[in-house]
């Protein structure tokens, strides 16, 4: 019945969208008949053509030998989706090659702290999914379409990018509601190379091995093929891992399956078309528990072992949500029962007797090897990850361009933490997408325009379990036993917090222009609406509610987003620039959830601001390009809020961030951030719901009286600086160097300097600053390239926040101390 539902809907998505591209091509017919006129009225009009030789000329692409593409030359429409260099885009963004990628060892998102400003990132329980932009977690896109969330469902894939774009702050209009921080989007390996087929097959197989068993094997072939006498393109990737892990009970394994191809039909429609597999098994690493200031500075851990809960039925060497239920949980809010209140200074020795359920038994101190983390031996997370795409892109006369991009995602995952935590995910995504554009030149300048109609249907089937998540039961140097394994959720299809079934369809028209006047003036004007259709449905039989809770329901709700931005090409090579935007977007949940609370309530949709304004410039002929950036965005709805993947804060700060190709041989890049997060919601409510670490209890004198628990409560936010987002550091400061020698030969190093942080919102643990360096060195001969990359090269010790709203104060994640890794590859 699941998957006759199942079909049943997806043909409903594909009538719906059949239906919207039918009346979207209408749209677009329409336009195109317009253009015909409009190209006549327009000839009539225009200046006089410039002279031959004027004519004739050409402005030839920029090519900066030795730059690794890193220098922004070329055209990047996923910002505001018009093809204009990073110089020339009034937004602060970066961009990522390949060969950076290749060069410097970049393996996961959390290495590209390096190489852009603004993407620190915080843990999300040990899981590299999606970027923290501006403080605040990002989104990922493919080809400029907006995937579905992952904040920590699986890590995102860096080997299979051609490109990565950067872009801070919330998206254009043109690319649909987006969040506040920003977000990372994915160009994938293709079969062009600078918009042109190749001439010939290329291809290269590597093999990497490295630290704790790494083993990552690559291959990829891309070029031209026929079917008749129609010529296509078509780019294969493929990469299978099979690695162990620093930290104990933590593996890797993962299969990544890409396919991109390429085909004129006729001499003025394109199809483009592909997409990708990703399978991973892996882990969640939620760090250290019994988190302590002594455990950060010198590894001081406090041990001992958790009472018994009393069994229900007989033993099955694991704790049931029953089990808990019938004894009220081991995690008491407040220190109500001894007459305390809702903050931590009001607990006291007097809230846990000795020898009571929450306590210890056998408690001390140790030292604690950063291998031993909260990954028990039966942890898995593992994640499916489908997507793909076609695009028909048509190219009129009088530079017209339609494009209908038709886009699917589906994640299903498995998460399952020992401590109490699991989660399922089995939602998809599909959208469609129709952009008209028109270019119009005369003697004042050059002015484009877009119309951007689109559908989204997002089908969502979720089920997390946190009611009884307790870190602390488990002694790290001991390991999982009986009295700190949980009997999950998943694992008994039962006892859920969540468990919901729903969708919703996102209409939305979308428009911009951009107006380049001759003079140097570039103005760029947008604006969208979306209405957006809603149902959720909670089932009782797995998820436990209240009597009287409501169990499904519908809404419908419409929002405007829009943007201004202007840019000035003054002297000196030097381009000022303002943006102005207001984005709306869904909150949603880890699997696209919604909440049927939320949806009643109507507080689905939240907006935020941004103001920002820089400077830009290339000199040099292009080998050198400089931007600084200042900005505030907000959110404006300080209500609603998803802790995990959408959060009301405000942002300030300032970017900058410089690339210099000396000469072809080196590559200099520098990256300075200044950020600062508060979130609205808790300094509008003066609190903020806590899990309480040990640091917070300092008037109960002995620890051992309740780690066997997890006490909770409200953490006072009275003023902005008790508002700050914790993890995230004020200032960071990074910068690259490469040198490639002719011979084939080539060096390259990376170092960041990140400040001390609070380890959450409480800011009662400090985490030490610390400075990492990544080295490496390469060697090209022939078709041959060898590569050794040393990763934090000092052997720094360091600290990642991990969760920090909830969890800050009681779990953190000890990074990983000095690796290596070497690769060897062949090109064919």
């Known amino acids: 019945m699941k998957n006759i539902k199942a079909a049943d809907e997806i043909m409903n998505v594909a009538r719906r969208s059949h239906q919207i591209r039918k009346s979207l091509m209408t749209v677009a017919a329409g336009l195109l008949a317009s253009t015909a006129m409009t190209s006549t009225v327009w000839a009539q009009v225009k200046a006089p053509p410039a002279p031959a030789s004027q004519a004739a000329a050409t402005v030839d692409e920029i090519v900066v030998t030795g730059s690794l593409d890193a220098l922004p030359l070329k055209n990047v429409g996923s910002i505001f989706g018009f093809d204009k260099t990073l110089v020339e885009t009034p937004r602060s963004a970066s961009t990522i090659s390949k060969e950076q990628i290749e060069r410097f060892g970049v393996t996961e998102i959390y290495d590209l702290v390096a190489q852009a400003p603004g993407t620190f990132t915080n843990s999300f329980f040990g899981v590299g999914g999606a970027l923290d932009i501006r403080g605040t977690p990002g989104e990922v896109y493919f080809r400029g379409i907006r995937r579905l969330d992952n904040a920590g469902n699986y890590p995102t894939p860096i080997g299979a990018s051609d490109r990565i774009d950067i872009v801070r702050g919330p998206a254009s209009p043109i690319y649909g509601p987006s969040k506040t921080g920003g977000y990372m989007n994915f160009v994938p390996k293709s079969a062009r190379v600078n918009g042109t087929l190749l001439s010939a097959p290329q291809g290269e197989i590597s093999y990497t091995t490295g630290s704790w068993d ?119 809010f407040g220190g109500f029962a001894c007459g305390g209140g809702v903050f931590a200074s009001s607990i006291t020795n007097a809230c846990f007797p000795a020898g009571g359920p929450l306590a210890l038994t056998n408690s001390g101190t140790a030292k604690l090897s950063r291998r031993d983390t909260l990954t028990g031996p039966n942890d898995v997370l593992k994640n499916k990850q489908s997507t793909g795409y076609f695009d028909l892109i048509y190219t009129g006369q009088n530079d017209l361009e339609i494009k209908n991009q038709l886009f699917y995602d589906k994640t299903e995952n498995l998460n399952e933490n020992a401590y109490g935590f699991s989660q399922f995910v089995d939602s998809y995504v599909i959208e469609d997408k129709i952009v008209a554009s028109k270019i119009f030149t005369n003697s004042t300048g050059k002015f484009s325009y877009q119309l951007s109609p689109s559908i989204r249907y997002t089908n969502f089937h979720f089920g997390d379990d946190f009611t009884y998540e307790y870190f602390h039961r488990v002694d790290l140097i001991q390991g999982y036993t009986p009295l700190s394994t949980r ?254 020698f002719d011979n084939g030969l080539a060096f390259a190093a990376s170092a960041s300097h990140v400040q001390s942080v609070w380890s959450g919102q409480s800011q009662v643990v400090r985490l030490p600053a610390y400075t990492l360096v990544d080295l490496s060195a390469s060697y090209r001969k022939d078709k041959w390239l060898f590569r050794a990359v040393v990763k934090n090269a000092t052997d720094a010790t360091y600290f990642r926040a991990n969760f920090t709203e909830l969890f800050g104060s009681t779990i953190v994640l000890p990074e990983k101390p000095r690796s290596f890794q070497a690769t060897i590859a062949y090109n064919f």
């Open 487 to 740: 009997l999950l959720s998943t694992q008994c299809d039962c006892s859920y917090s969540d468990y919901l079934t729903g969708h919703y369809t996102d209409y939305g028209l979308a428009g911009l222009a951009d107006l380049a006047f001759d003079f140097g003036l570039d103005v760029t004007l947008g604006a969208r609406y979306d209405k957006t259709d809603v149902v959720s449905t909670i089932d009782p039989k797995r998820q436990p509610v209240a009597a009287g809770t409501q169990l499904s329901a519908s809404n419908s709700k419409g929002a405007w987003s829009w943007t201004a931005s202007a840019n000035y090409k003054a002297p000196l090579g030097l381009i000022p620039y303002v943006t102005v935007s207001k984005q709306s977007t869904m909150v949603v949940g880890e699997g696209a959830e919604v909440l049927v609370s939320d949806v009643s309530g109507n507080s689905f949709i939240a907006a935020s601001n941004l103001y920002e304004g820089g400077i830009k410039g290339s000199w040099l002929g292009g080998k050198l390009y400089g931007a600084v950036s200042v900005y505030k965005q907000d959110r404006t709805d300080h209500n609603v809020q998803s802790s995990v993947t959408n959060q009301s804060v405000e942002t300030k700060g300032l970017e900058a961030e410089v690339r210099w190709a000396v000469d072809e041989h080196l590559l200099l890049t520098g990256a300075y951030t200044n950020t600062r997060v508060y979130n609205l919601s808790y300094l509008d409510a003066g609190t903020a719901f806590s899990f309480f670490g040990i640091q917070d209890l300092k008037n109960v004198t002995n620890p051992a009286l309740y780690l066997g628990g997890q006490p909770l409560g409200l953490v006072p936010v009275f003023t902005r600086e008790a508002a700050r987002r914790a993890g995230i550091p004020e200032n960071v400061i990074s910068g690259t160097a490469t040198y490639a």
């Open 214 to 332: 790494k083993g990552v094997l690559t291959a990829q072939i891309r070029g031209p093929a026929k079917i008749g006498d129609k010529e296509f393109g078509y780019s294969l990737y493929g990469e299978v891992e099979d690695s162990g892990s620093y930290y104990r009970n933590m593996s890797t394994k993962q299969t990544i399956l890409q396919a991109s191809f390429d085909s004129n039909i006729t001499d003025n429609l394109r199809a483009e078309f592909g997409g990708m597999y990703h399978k991973y098994d892996g882990q969640q690493n939620g760090g250290w528990n019994r988190l302590t200031q002594a455990l950060v500075d010198n590894g001081t851990y406090i041990t001992g072992t958790a009472k018994p809960v009393p069994d229900i039925g007989p033993p099955d060497g694991k704790i049931s949500f029953a089990e808990l239920a019938a004894i009220g949980g081991l995690g008491p």
